[in-house]
């Protein structure tokens, strides 16, 4: 949780008057992502720096802080959001799950089938994403506002030192990674395997030593932390999971800027979207050939082998409404949303193909 969460004194002073007026004031935006310069977070806060500093005519500036030069974890980070120190910061759903459980949402397995599917339920403005905002600034009193969300790695599939998967029985007795949340083991052992939360820094070592023999990761984060140097080698196209990112901002501190000024940033974090969007289905092309090349083994389910992993996980789904708070809620707006996703592409296809 967020200390006491409370709400520091900005010493910006509000702008009004003209537009003329508004563009005089200058705003400088300090942005952190806990990774590096090789990520999509990157990529996005690139893209979101250039417009927002162009698009405002130089009144916002944008400082980016990659690493943990500004807060050195999810808690960490959020207290800075909610105290001003920090303006923007990105997490995964298991990172905030601690202050907003609900967005673990995201993280519920084989709800969302497609990057198209994905990319229209996550759609700024959508009522998912809405009820999600509403949600996240109810919460923390006001203080935190979520302002978009994107992706970090593509889609989490199921990896492993031992055995190629092709239905959940193979993950049998596998002793699988996961992250310090309680979703993500819900998944492992719905899935018949050991679940054994281990910090990301340490994973390189657990997978190397047998202390773990299985994770669920991303290619490009697979190949970007070289883990088949520490003996990944079979990997299934499960996609169980949308890797969301979650892209925070001080309530204050936007609420603070003229409307014009919201208006850039507001179109700003629309641009870090879709560059993260597209950044990992770039990235991943050599990430699966350099996969491919160091002896790894892909291998893409069946539908049939696909509904058979949904099958197995449905006791999360269970899990899930009966103890996150708010979960009934964001699983309602989750689920409506893929259905209505669904059928619109599902009509865009047979208009085109009539």
């Known amino acids: 949780m967020l200390k006491s969460l409370t709400k520091s004194l900005l010493v910006a002073a509000m702008v009004t008057g003209t537009a003329g007026a508004a563009l005089a004031q200058e705003f400088t935006l300090r942005a952190t992502a806990n990774s590096n310069e090789n990520d999509e977070d990157y990529d996005g806060l690139v893209v979101f720096k250039n417009y ?16 943990t030069q500004l807060c050195a974890n999810g808690t960490e980070c959020m207290q800075g959001i909610a105290d001003g120190t920090i303006d923007i910061y990105i997490s995964t759903s298991g990172g905030t799950a601690g202050l907003f459980p ?6 519920l397995p084989y709800l969302m089938s497609s990057d198209r599917v994905a990319e229209a339920v996550l759609a700024n403005g959508s009522p998912f994403v809405t009820k999600l905002q509403d949600m996240v600034e109810e919460t923390s009193g006001g203080m935190i506002k979520l302002m978009t969300i994107g992706n970090t790695g593509g889609w989490r599939n199921f990896a492993n030192t031992q055995r190629r998967i092709t239905s959940p029985a193979d993950m049998a007795g596998l002793k699988m990674r996961t ?20 910090p990301w ?56 800027m003229p409307d014009g000024l919201k208006t850039v940033v507001l179109d700003g974090f629309y641009q ?3 560059a993260t969007f597209a950044s990992p289905k770039r990235k991943s092309i050599q990430a699966y050939e350099e996969f491919a090349a160091a002896g790894g083994d892909v291998y893409v ?9 949904k099958t197995a996980a449905a006791p999360v789904y ?12 964001a699983f309602e707006a989750l689920t409506a949303a893929v259905a209505e996703a669904e059928a619109a592409i599902a009509a865009a296809r047979a208009a085109t193909t009539d």
């Open 318 to 329: 269970d899990w899930f409404n009966a103890n996150v708070d708010g979960g009934t809620e």
């Open 52 to 67: 927002v500093e162009q698009a405002s005519n130089g009144a916002i500036a944008v400082e980016l802080f990659i690493g």
């Open 179 to 198: 992250v310090v949340a309680d979703l993500p083991v819900e998944l492992v052992k719905a899935m018949g395997a050991s679940a054994t939360p281990i």
């Open 301 to 309: 389910p069946t539908p049939e082998e696909k509904e058979a992993f």
């Open 102 to 107: 609900f967005v673990q949402v995201l993280d």
């Open 201 to 256: 820094p340490e994973l390189f070592s657990a997978l190397q030593t047998g202390v773990v023999e299985g994770t669920a990761n991303g290619i490009t984060d697979i190949m970007g932390m070289k883990f088949p140097d520490a003996g990944l080698k079979y990997l299934t196209l499960d996609g169980h999971s949308y890797m969301g990112a979650l892209w925070f901002m001080n309530a204050d501190r936007f609420n603070g």
């Open 272 to 274: 870090l979207q879709q």
